[in-house]
Each structure stands twice: as C-alpha cells, then as structure tokens.
C-alpha cells in the first residue's frame, strides 16, 4: 500500500523501456545461441568456418528448422529490425536535442526561485529522508546518491523524488541491477573524495553486496594504514512488511553488526531518521541505515537543517521507574502500544529506543538498569543471532550485578517470513506478548 504509483511518461523513461526491451531481446538471443551451442555437442557436432554447425548438408537443413537462432534471425531480416540500433538511435537523439542528458552534473537552470521551507509543517518519514538528502547535496557537492530508479522514478519509497531535476543525473545517479557493482563503485567514489549514498531497493538485495561492504567498506580504512576514508552511507528499506513474502522481509542488522568497521542505525521517527541521516552523510566512516518499510509513512514534525543527531546515542522514548524496554524500529511502536496496557495495569516501564546498533549505547543502558534492576529486550531481528542475543550479553557480561532477573528478549521466529497475513503476525513480536513477558518479570521480582 506504501509503494508509490508510476510517474508519468518523459522521453528519458521511454529511452530506457526501448533499452529494457531490446536488451532484453539481445539478453534471450544470447540465451538460445548457448542453448544451440549445447545442442550441438550434445549431438556430437561441431562448429566449421562458416559459422554453421558441421554435417550432411541434409542434416543441415534438419538443423536450421529446429534451430531458434536461426528462426529469429530469419525473422529479422525480414522484419528489418536492428536490436542494436533500436538502443542507440533515441539516445543518440536525446544527446542531440534534449537537455535531459545534464553534462558535468550540472541540473538546468532554475526558472523560479526556491520556496521557503516550512519546518512547523509535520512530514512523512519519506519526505524528511528526502530533505536530508536534498539539504546535504546542496551543502556539499561530493554528496550523491546511487541505486536502482532513484533518478527518474524517484525511488521506491519515494525518497529521491525529482532530486535529479535539481542536482543532475550524474548525482543522482540510476544504476542497472547489480548491487555488487553499485556498491563497489561507490566504495572508490567515497575513497577519492566523494560522499556517495547507496541506497538498495530491498535491504535482502544488498546481501548481493555483502562482499563490497565486509571486505571494502569495513576494512580499506584499516588495510590501507589510514590512507584512504570510506565515507558511504548504504541506506534502504527492510524488515518485515504486510505480505511481502519471505524474500523481501529480511531483517539484516545482525548480518552487518558483525562487520568491524561499520555503523549500523536504525531509524524510527521521521524526525530522527532525517536528524540521523544529515549525520551518516557527513560522518567520515561507512554507515548502514536502516530505514523499516512500514514507517514511511509516519507522519511528525522534522528539525530544520542545522539538527544533527548523533549516531551512537540511543533515544529515551518514555521514563519509567519499573523495567527497562530496549527496542528498535517498528518494535518502538508495538511497545508502545503495549505500555498502554501495562499503565493501565499499575506499571510504569521506561522505554530506551537503541538506535545505534553499533555502536550500542551503554552508557544510556547502564544509567537505565541501575534504576529499574530488569531488562526486556524486543526486536524484530531473529532469535538465534539477532541484536537482542548480542545486546543481552553485553549486559550480563557488564552489569551483572545491576540486574534482578536475567534479561529476556522477545525476538521474531527463527522461520522464513510468511506471505499469509495470519502466518506472518505470528513470526514476530506482538504487543500482548510484550504485556506478557513485562508481568511475568515483574511477579518474578516481587
């Protein structure tokens, strides 16, 4: 329901379906010479000069019935159509009589000045990504964003909506499907100088990029004696969503927790993800941002430009006196949702939102449980390997001594996420077995 309708057709957007098409025909060309090529040694024939597979001229004329390859090919001489050509003829036309094609990264100029924003007016979590962006682009030209439709289409999640109008198309840079390339491109645009953002479509799909981001984002600081800086922001939606299938509702952060060298953040207000993306960008070290799909359209007020959030301070949601909750993400708002209850059952719980997942904010977690004695930790993250298994022995190894009852976590199933609706409410944490397991402790310590 937060996906966001197609923009309306312009010239570039018809270029790249004419290129989509014919690479696509090109891509299947490929396809069936292979599978030709396979044939053929199977068969025990073998390529001759002239290009045609080696046999009795009977068996030739057998062969090119059968053959795919030379059944298009047939109907492309008769047809007249040129793959080739069909790519190059609109872009070579664009160059020649658009301005779309902004050179040297230069957007065309403004015919109107620039309205005054309005920072009293609340936003949804995508625009406040949007301005934070917009805002660093315009305070520093080594900052550009790179991934899948963030140009034209404007993203996904509408985040980059019509940035390429402002800054170019060489800032706002669209990429083909390749996260291990985009990525690997933006570690050496980062290590000459620029502040690239990368954002993947699907967080699930930077697993393609993993490579890039253990061995290149997290380590080249170190490997290279402090030669070179990796400041890049890999930043994207995750978590589970309303029916997306297993595929698309992957919870990663412990993937990239393990990483040494790289931040991870998440983000849960449009006014802190705003807040704490201006500090990613402008941070010298690589960050992962973690952005939840269904907190896009989260609607609240959001700083102006100067507010910077640090990225390794966790948030106190709400004070309480009772039981410390550490949470992240979506999981603020179930627990939330459950505080309602617990009040309303005579306890008073103190809420901590982590936001930085590596860094952990001990500090803060420390002041907490030296009051409360007790510790609950919910994620949407696994259970085997999650956050919460992490955070939960960093506590027990520190502050034993603080605690009054081992730290439970409330983590999502270790299971492959559902596209049932049914079955996928029942994977992750909901609000009454937050009210569950905060009673239960209580009773315990009584």
Known sequence: EMQRSLLEDSPMVAVRRNQQRSC???AALCAVACGVGLVGAAVGLTPSADGLLGASSSRITLQQTKQPM??????LQQTGYNPLQAMRSPLLEQQRSSSILTPN??????LEAPTKTDFSEPRFMWQSLREAIDEEMERDPNVMIMGEDVGHYGGSYKVTTDLYKKFGEMRILDTPICENGFTGM?????????RPIVEGMNMGFLLLAFNQISNNCGMLHYTSGGQYKVPV???GPGGVGRQLGAEHSQRLESYFQSIPGVQLVAVSTPRNAKALLKAAIRSDNPVVFFEHVLLYNLKDQVGGPDEVQSLEKAEMVKEGKDITILTYGRMRYTVMEAV???QAKGYDPEVIDLISLKPFD????KNSIAKTNKAIIVEECMLTGGIGASLSAEIHERFFDLLD?????????DVPTAFALELEAATIVQPEQVVDAVEKVMTSCQ
């Open 362 to 365: 001990l500090h803060t977690i």
């Open 70 to 75: 030379m059944t298009m090919r047939s109907f």
């Open 24 to 26: 696509g025909l090109i």
């Open 405 to 413: 009852h081992n730290v439970i976590r409330l983590s999502s199933q």
């Open 186 to 194: 933006a570690v050496g645009a980062a290590m000459t100088g620029l």
């Open 340 to 342: 309602k209850t617990l």
């Open 105 to 110: 990264a230069v957007a065309p100029e403004l």
């Open 233 to 235: 922001v890999i930043r």
